[in-house]
């Protein structure tokens, strides 16, 4: 199946600990983004990737590192985890066209929990 | 900041009637806007993006565009029990680097 994956599904760790999420797409798109949705739904843009460039690096605690290996992977490394960052993470992946129509296609998301 | 304001909701409508949902917009460079849908648990899904003034149809999803007031709707006619959902309205600039932001979604229940 074409789609964008994520892995873990669900984390549960204590804080302070130290974890990743891993995600993949298929769908050939040349940019990738780390969303967070916190508990009152909001979707806040973490970070953004254009194949393999860091290129949308919003207000976000330099605890969370993402990376991109290749432009089909992106990863996020959070260290140091605390109670505040218990939300579900989201990636997505879009085609840049250059027009204004941009449509991004979400993973399932990652729920973290931090106990 | 650059927001997208929408009502919470939740918006409750009967089965087989009009829902309309709203949003609005700060940044006056938006160009282009978006629905998703997003089902409890799930992740968002686009149903509809605008980019002109006025109407655009697909189905049984109308969404309008108001540059002047920054102002952004969806209609969905026909409302089934499926259609409840959070809706997430965002806006994002022409060209570039598609920085997108989202609402905070207006939750809506169609009552059977």
């Known amino acids: 199946d074409t789609a964008v994956s994520q892995t873990p599904k669900y984390l549960v760790t204590q804080m302070g600990n130290d974890k990743s999420i891993k995600c993949e797409q298929n769908l050939g798109h040349d940019t990738m983004y780390w969303y967070k949705q916190d508990s009152k739904k909001f979707l806040k843009i973490m970070f953004s990737?254009?194949?393999?460039?860091?290129?949308i690096n919003e207000t976000v605690p330099n605890r969370f590192s993402p990376k991109s290996p290749d432009k089909a992977h992106l990863n996020l490394h959070i260290n140091s985890l605390e109670l505040g960052d218990s939300a579900v993470y989201f990636c997505a992946s879009s085609q840049r066209q250059g027009v204004s129509y941009n449509e991004q296609f979400f993973g399932p998301g990652t729920r973290l929990t931090v106990l | 900041q650059k927001e997208v304001e929408q009502n919470s909701g939740p918006l409750s409508v009967p089965e087989g009637a009009i829902a309309s949902l709203n949003c609005t917009y700060s940044?006056?460079?938006?160009?282009?806007f978006f629905w998703y849908r997003q089902y409890s648990g799930k992740s968002p899904e686009l149903i509809m993006f605008?980019?002109?003034?006025g109407d655009k149809e697909d189905g049984r999803f109308t969404a309008q565009l108001n540059k002047a007031s920054q102002y952004v709707s969806l209609l969905i006619r026909d409302s089934q029990p499926s259609d409840s959902a959070t809706y997430l309205c965002a806006a994002a600039p022409s060209g570039g680097y598609q920085k997108v932001t989202f609402g905070t979604g207006t939750k809506l229940q169609v009552i059977p």
């Open positions: 990737y254009n194949n393999k460039e860091l290129i």
């Open positions: 605008i980019y002109s003034n």
């Open positions: 940044d006056r460079g938006s160009q282009s």
